[in-house]
């Protein structure tokens, strides 16, 4: 138990640098306190006492703003920053060295007793604030789920995934020699993170944009070259920087 305290701990630290010694995490730090409580609340549970658990982790959400179910399972050096509004469900399963950021929802989409209807979220996953992640699916190891992101269906490992609903923006393997530090991106917020979607609707707008243009020039050739063509309605040119500032 206590080197777990101490993994935890250490954890924390490496990850935050808004924390200073092993004394403010313990004492302040409500995301490190609602994980201690929801290991007495899951020894209860496991051992048939299920109102001393509920009871346990409601404790826990009073003091600390997080809701973690004592079904839930939680790995080691799981790390909830800030914490606030965090929901984590009975049949949840979060993995090794995840960190979730506050306002997040790893909630069930399915009524069915027994079944599993909560995420699962594999090693090294990073959820970014105010994301939901919704039903018994997998989020791969090191994935990473940006701020205010609805994810609805299965996240492969490495990707990122932003929007609502999630796209996956990208799938890159982990350098070889990048220690865990390096790889950590904070809230999900990665590099030339675009959504995929607002990259498409730009290569459109570009191209009605570019096609408009050569319908006119071959418009004027075919006048130059005595050849009438049909009256058209005037149409409003389109504008392809106004439109991109648009979906931007």
């Not at 932003?162 to 350098?175: F, L, Q, R, S, T």
Request: hydrophobic share 45%; charged share 20%; aromatic share 6%.
């Amino acid at each position: 138990m206590f080197s777990r305290l101490r993994d935890d701990i250490s954890n924390i630290i490496q990850r935050d640098p808004a924390a200073r010694n092993a004394w403010e995490v313990v004492t302040c730090y409500p995301g490190f306190q609602a994980i201690m409580m929801h290991r007495w609340a899951s020894w209860c549970w496991k051992r048939g006492l299920k109102w001393m658990g509920r009871f346990t982790a409601h404790v826990a959400r009073v003091l600390t703003g997080i809701e973690i179910h004592p079904g839930a399972t939680i790995g080691r050096r799981v790390f909830i920053d800030h914490g606030f509004g965090v929901v984590i469900g009975e049949t949840a399963e979060v993995g090794d060295d995840c960190t979730i950021y506050q306002g997040v929802t790893l909630g069930g989409t399915s009524l069915s007793k027994g079944a599993k209807r909560h995420p699962t979220l594999e090693q090294g996953v990073i959820v970014g604030a105010g994301a939901k992640v919704l039903g018994g699916f997998t989020i791969g190891a090191g994935a990473k789920i940006g701020s205010n992101s609805v994810v609805v269906k299965p996240v492969p490992a490495g990707a990122t995934a932003v929007g609502n609903p999630a796209h996956i923006v990208k799938k890159e393997p982990a350098a070889a020699g990048m220690g865990a530090t390096q790889l950590f991106s904070a809230y999900g917020v990665t590099a030339n993170g675009d959504d995929p979607v607002s990259k498409v609707l730009h290569k459109l707008i570009d191209h009605a944009a570019a096609q408009q243009e050569q319908i006119e020039k071959l418009s004027a050739a075919l006048s130059a070259a005595g050849i009438a063509c049909d009256a058209r309605p005037e149409a409003v040119a389109i504008d392809p920087t106004q439109i991109n500032s648009l979906v931007d």
